[in-house]
């Protein structure tokens, strides 16, 4: 989607200079410092910006090193997660789940938040129930 918006001339001026170093048109100069914005919006506040504009803060960018999670670990939580009624629960909070039908092979059961239950299928992308001359046949 295309979108006029206007912006500084001073930040076009940056990014067409900016751009043509990278070999990068203007939009695609703005869209990739976007992009590094939305990247870190979570990571760094209003007033981290303004410091590090200032010259008073700096960002420093560390490799995160995940702790190494061991196969029989992940499958010990799961099977604690269904045998306390958590598993069912935290994957069917508020939403829809759909699984193969065990009684019509080759459709789904949706299972609703309120614990009703429908067969179909997806036809252009939404869930369709079966009729009941769907189910006749």
Not at 33 to 54: K, M, Y
Not at 74 to 101: K, N
Not at 118 to 126: A, K, L, S
Request: proline letters at 4%.
């Amino acid at each position: 989607m295309t979108t006029a918006v206007r912006l500084d001339d001073t930040l076009v001026r940056h990014a067409a200079a900016e751009g043509a170093v990278h070999r990068r048109s203007t939009p695609k100069q703005i869209e990739y410092w976007a992009e590094i914005g939305r990247a870190v919006a979570s990571d760094v506040s209003a007033e981290d910006l303004i410091a590090i504009l200032q010259g008073i803060r700096q960002v420093r960018v560390e490799p995160v090193v995940a702790e190494p999670v061991s196969s029989d670990d992940l499958w010990a939580e799961v099977d604690q997660a269904r045998a306390s009624g958590e598993l069912e629960r935290s994957i069917s909070r508020g939403r829809t789940v759909y699984q193969a039908s065990g009684e019509k092979p080759g459709y789904l059961e949706a299972i609703y938040p309120d614990g009703s239950r429908e067969i179909g299928q997806f036809r252009n992308g939404r869930f369709e129930a079966l009729s009941d001359r769907d189910n006749a046949a």
